[in-house]
């Protein structure tokens, strides 16, 4: 089921020069001036051709750089303008957050604007009085909630707004690029209330430039670039290609290295990208002996070991794992930077060794990601889904790690340990 389908939506924009000054609107149109003097390049193109489809209960993040039509699209969503051709379909309730504090009045409290938002959201005004303390409560504004809006801070604004967004209980939300100038104290809790959301089968489109955010939240993401979608797919595998992007955009490389890396990336595009300034290869597992192995006890200590080719010096890398289960669940992920090693310089071949004392890890099949990057995440060499191993275990417990633990009884609980299970 698909709660929004997006089919070839264009959008044009239309700019007027000086030369189509004209006196009135009337002999504008008399004289047909208003738009067919207008030329082609003057014409600018925000959306050309953009196709997509989100699945319900899916949150689909758009990113791309200032201009590239992610907010042109979220406002044609939410109905506040319209596609020069294309048909964008959705069901069920909308509600936007695109730009701050739009339509709230001014001049009023945040206690009527709270009422006029939410019956032009759609709801009648018993529902809104039904909601009303539990808006105002989530956007903490018990103290100010009669105060004009105008007295507001940004962060307030952010607050009521997002508040009243999600109390309206859309089917779908639209979120574009404002908790960037949330409260730092609020925007974890406008993270738990979107993932809150997820859980209850909602929709989300979510705008922002905060890759970490789309990276945690999105369970897609689409990068716009120059009104077309350059990628659409898996969250980290976007994110990477749009930073060597942002990377390497004002360089300009030769043509047989440009080829190649086309090459590279089109063969294997889904599982592993970056610059190959520096390279991953020949990873491998090793165990306790010395031997190479797969299939390992959860207590069992390993090493996960691979080669590295830096093609020149670089001061700036980062080393990387991550541990998926079979669901693609990230179960553990960590890298150099975060575990406060300081990078000073690599240059030409070398090894990288991460010995491991146990997994602890409950029985099945399991992901393995190799990655080097910058400190800013952009991409080196990223290995996602390469490799595989597997943990047997004799116990039957569920969820993603084995907590280790032991269980304490008062002497008025009898049990026996059944020592055949």
Not at 20 to 29: I, M, R, V
């Amino acid at each position: 089921m698909y709660p929004v389908i997006v089919e070839d939506i264009k959008k044009y924009y239309k700019k007027y020069s000086h030369k189509h000054k004209f006196l009135t609107l009337k002999s504008a149109f008399v004289k047909r001036t208003l738009f067919d003097d207008l030329e082609k390049d003057e014409t600018f193109e925000a959306l050309s051709g953009v196709d997509f489809k989100v699945e319900k209960g899916k949150t689909v993040s758009i990113i791309g750089e200032n201009g590239s039509g992610k907010s042109t699209m979220l406002k044609l969503l939410a109905g506040i303008s319209k596609p020069t051709s294309g048909n964008i379909i959705t069901e069920g309730r909308i509600s936007a957050l695109i730009e701050l504090g739009a339509g709230f009045h001014p001049e009023i409290s945040g206690r009527e604007n709270i009422f006029i938002n939410g019956i032009i959201l759609g709801l009648t005004k018993k529902r809104i009085q039904e909601r009303y303390d539990d808006i105002v409560k989530f956007a903490e504004l018990e103290e100010f909630i009669e105060n004009p809006v105008k007295t507001y801070s940004s962060g307030m604004h952010m607050r009521l707004g997002f508040s009243i967004a999600i109390n309206v209980d859309p089917d779908i939300l639209l979120i574009d690029e404002v908790l960037a100038v949330g409260d730092a104290s609020f925007v974890p809790k406008c993270l738990d209330k979107i993932n809150e959301f997820k859980r209850r089968g909602k929709t989300i489109i979510f705008v922002s430039h905060d890759l970490s955010t789309v990276e945690r939240i999105s369970d897609e993401v689409i990068w716009l670039k120059e009104g077309k979608i350059e990628k659409q797919g898996y969250p980290k595998r976007i994110t990477d290609a749009y930073l060597e992007y942002i990377g390497k955009k004002d360089e300009v490389k030769a043509g047989e290295k440009h080829k190649k890396e086309e090459a590279d990336a089109a063969q294997n595009k889904e599982k592993r990208w970056g610059s190959k300034e520096i390279e991953i290869s020949n990873l491998k597992m090793i165990d306790k002996s010395g031997k190479e192995k797969y299939i390992y006890e959860s207590d069992e200590p390993f090493t996960i070991e691979f080669d590295v080719d830096a093609k020149q010096q670089e001061k700036d890398f980062v080393f990387g794992v991550g541990i998926y289960n079979s669901e693609g669940t990230l179960c553990y992920g960590s890298n150099t930077h975060i575990e406060d090693y300081k990078a000073a310089l690599i240059e030409g071949k070398g090894k990288v060794k991460i010995h491991v004392q146990a997994l602890h890890l409950i029985n099945g099949t399991y992901f393995l990601d190799a990655a080097v990057h910058k400190r800013d995440g952009y991409p080196f060499d990223y290995h996602h889904f390469q490799y595989t191993f597997r943990v047997t275990s004799t116990f039957r417990d569920v969820g993603i790690s084995r907590v280790y633990h032991d269980w304490e009884f008062s002497k008025n609980i009898r049990l026996q340990k059944d020592e055949n299970l």
